[in-house]
């Protein structure tokens, strides 16, 4: 008798969260996802989210922007910056449509951002690119170390630092203080301090002012903005003390830096 073939198990089911306060999007949302067979779970704001995240592990995550008690970006770093979630590819969905929240959206850890309203196939698209890609599990399996021991472990720090340059990025202009940065990540500023030194060799303040400075050397190269402007987009408290940190850092003042 011929033996039969053996059975190759069914692929899982691709996992989705969606994460969204308003009940009318949400329906849509659903009712789009649906067509695809995705198992799906759902949380009503960023704080849910979270804590379903941790819970559930979903493959991916489509998320809104503004929502009560936990923002959309807020809960990207907090996911981002915790070792049992930082894989999970985060979609953010947000009719913000201008490059300032779409930019903050990516600094803050989204790997993608659609804005509302939306074209379905457009969605459904993005979402299968992104259930392809391999996760940071994944892409550690696949490390040739993985295949005579146990990957290594994810680094706390790199991810705690990593959530916190992210959060800094998108509030350069008014800096948040180290215990702020530090409630924003879920960790202490005595951690995050250390966390800061190991991995950059710098301080957080350290790192804010260079931050500053990178960005604004981007600015005085990429676009029109006067240098008044440049030194009030990144919160200085004048023209004539950016122009000072400016030349500091580069050996340049901003109006020679531009026209080089």
């Known amino acids: 008798m011929t033996p039969s073939p053996p059975i190759t198990p069914a ?18 949302l659903l009712s789009l996802v649906r067509q695809e067979d995705y198992r799906i779970s759902v949380a009503f704001d960023g704080a849910q989210g979270y804590h379903r995240a941790q819970a559930l592990r ?11 008690v936990l ?32 930019l903050e959206g990516l600094n803050n850890g989204g790997v993608d951002y659609v804005i509302k309203p939306y074209d379905a196939e457009e969605v459904l698209a993005r979402i299968k690119i992104h259930l392809r890609r391999p996760s940071v599990e994944e ?69 804010i002012r260079q931050e500053r400075l ?13 240098i008044t402007q440049v030194a009030e987009e990144l919160g200085y408290s004048s023209s004539a003390n950016f ?3 400016f030349r500091m850092h580069t050996g340049q003042t901003p109006s020679n830096f531009r026209s080089s």
């Open 243 to 245: 122009a000072t940190a």
């Open 139 to 207: 892409m550690a399996r696949r490390r040739p170390e993985a295949a005579t021991g146990p990957a290594a472990a994810p680094d706390k720090n790199k991810i705690l630092v990593d959530a916190a340059c992210r959060y800094l990025s998108a509030k350069l202009a008014h800096p948040p203080s180290l215990a702020q940065v530090a409630r924003a990540v879920n960790t202490s500023e005595k951690r995050l301090a250390h966390a800061f030194r190991s991995q950059l060799g710098i301080s957080m303040a350290e790192f």
């Open 214 to 226: 990178r960005c604004a050397a981007r600015l005085l190269r990429e676009t029109t903005l006067s």
């Open 71 to 102: 923002n959309g970006f807020d809960a990207c770093r907090l996911l981002r910056s915790d070792p049992s979630t930082a894989h999970i590819p985060i979609i953010f969905l947000s009719s913000a449509s201008g490059l300032d929240a779409r």
């Open 11 to 28: 692929p899982a089911r691709a996992h989705l969260l969606i994460i969204d306060d308003r009940i009318d999007e949400l329906r849509l």
């Open 58 to 68: 979903p493959d991916l995550i489509l998320m809104d922007v503004s929502m009560p």
